[in-house]
């Protein structure tokens, strides 16, 4: 499924490389879509959204998922 969050504090580049990464963690090779912009993050192929959850927390940002 796609799992989809707003992460407000996803403001660059550099937030994207590390959200990217911190969601590969627990899901490896899942396509992630980031956009700085509209500060959201869209998963696909995943089933956790609580571990993707986790891991985007864990990496210092603040994910709000979007049902
Ligand atoms: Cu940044």
């Known amino acids: 499924m796609k799992i989809?969050?707003?992460?407000p504090d996803m403001t660059c580049g550099h937030c994207v490389?590390?959200?990217?990464?911190?969601?590969?963690e627990v899901a490896p090779?899942?396509?992630?879509?980031a956009?700085?912009?509209s500060h959201r993050v869209t998963i696909d192929g995943v089933n956790d959204a609580a571990a993707i959850e986790a891991a985007?927390?864990?990496?210092?940002?603040?994910?709000?998922?979007?049902t």
């Open 4 to 7: 989809e969050f707003s992460v």
């Open 17 to 24: 490389s590390a959200i990217t990464a911190a969601v590969h």
């Open 35 to 37: 956009v700085t912009a």
């Open 56 to 66: 985007i927390v864990a990496a210092g940002y603040t994910p709000r998922l979007i």
């Open 29 to 33: 090779g899942a396509p992630v879509s």
